[in-house]
Each structure stands twice: as C-alpha cells, then as structure tokens.
C-alpha cells in the first residue's frame, strides 16, 4: 500500500512538471538551439523552418510566434556568437605591472579559443555559412570584424610604441593575425578538437605570434643582459 501511494505520487508530481507553462524566453531558446544544430549539420541553404520545429519538437506556428523566417533565426544565432567572441576579448593595456603584455595576449587567445571550441556548431555556421546571405547581413558581418581588427590594431600600434611589437602597418598585421586565427579555427571545429586542447592551441598561437611580430619588452632584454654580464 505504502509504495503504490509513493508511486501514485511520484506520478502526479511528473504530470504536474509536464503540464507547467514553457516561458518565452525558454522557448525561443529552445528554437535557437534546435536551429544551431540543424545548421551546422545541413548548412543554411540547406535547411528548411520544417527541419527546425521537427529538431525543438513545436509547431510551425509556434517558430512564427518568435520569428519571422529562416533569416531571422539565423541573424539572432550570430548576433549571439559575435556578442561571445567580443566579449572574450580584452584590450591589452601595456602599463600593467601586474599583468605582462604576453600574458595578456595568450589569456586573449586561450578566452577565443575556448569560447569556439564550446561552441563548435557556431564556430563552424559562422564560417561556412554566414556570408552571402544578403547585403545587409554581409554588412552587419563586416563591422563584427572591423571592430575585432580595430581593436587588435590599436593595441599593435602601442606595443610599437614602446618596442614590444615589430615594424610593419599594424591592421596589416591584424588581418594577417586573425586570419590565421580564422582558419585554424575552422579546422579545429571540423577536426572535432576538444576544449581540452585550448590550452595547447593558445601555445601554438602564441609561439607563431613571438616569432612573428612580439617582442621581448625591452627592460626584460637589457635585465637579462646584465644578468648574463654577471
């Protein structure tokens, strides 16, 4: 008797968890993601609103309640990922005593890398599928990584000021650097590279940008001059 009752209330309790309201917010959530998925498996072209509502298990009309079309899913999908990308990378300020411009630099690669290769699926939409779209997109995709090589190109520009980076046209450098980056990021994500290999990549990255462009601060080579005089 005791555990049919146990049971009996184990049972409402899951129909009464059942039955509570999904959220807006979780709803559109849960269409955000099903379409990641879907993209990053067909691409976008590919893809149709039926492949979307049949992966976050709603009606059609319910995709309509939060979006207008394909387009619209897609461009908030991206707005997303762009907003993570930015919001991992830190303007490097070179007086820090605390925090030395390498450490900064390999803390900004590791903080990209790790945010990509958590999400592979966006990693690989924004790079196979996110240009061509339409002008607007295109432009809207275009001042995402103005700003990236912006800000990259301003933080050159100072470590050339005080000789920790070398001669050259610093947003020549950063578009050489992202890029690059670009690339390596696309291979990673379709490669299948866990996060655990963010911290090995960030060396790489880091060691491919030392015997470029970075240099040793200049106090640190004279220290080390006098250190070897002795």
Do not use: C, W
């Not at 009752?5 to 269409?31: C, E, F, N, Y």
């Not at 002008?135 to 700003?147: G, M, N, P, V």
């Not at 960030?202 to 491919?208: K, L, N, R, V």
């Amino acid at each position: 008797m005791a555990a049919r009752r146990s049971s009996k209330k184990k049972s409402a309790k899951q129909s009464a968890a059942r039955k509570q309201p999904v959220t807006k917010a979780a709803r559109r959530q849960q269409i955000l993601e099903a379409a990641r998925d879907v993209f990053a498996r067909k691409g976008y072209h590919q893809t149709t609103i039926d492949d979307i509502v049949a992966k976050a298990g709603v009606a059609r009309g319910t995709f309509y309640l939060y979006f207008e079309d394909k387009r619209g899913v897609f461009a908030e999908l991206i707005d997303r990922f762009s907003s993570r990308i930015s919001m991992a990378i830190t303007k490097i300020i070179i007086d820090a005593p605390q925090r030395p411009v390498p450490e900064q630099v390999r803390d900004n690669i590791h903080a990209i890398l790790t945010v990509s290769l958590n999400e592979r699926a966006m990693t690989k939409i924004l790079f196979t599928d996110a240009t061509g779209l339409d002008s607007a997109f295109d432009r809207k995709l275009a001042t995402f990584y103005d700003e990236v090589v912006q800000l990259l190109s301003e933080s050159l520009r100072e470590g050339q000021a005080i000789g920790i980076v070398g001669d050259g046209e610093p947003r020549v450098m950063a578009y050489l650097t992202i890029g690059a980056l670009k690339e390596l990021l696309y291979q990673v994500v379709t490669l299948g590279l866990s996060a655990d290999s963010a911290d090995a990549l960030t060396q790489q990255i880091y060691d491919f940008i030392s015997n470029g462009y970075l240099r040793e601060p200049p106090q640190v080579r004279r220290g080390s001059s006098r250190r070897q005089g002795r």
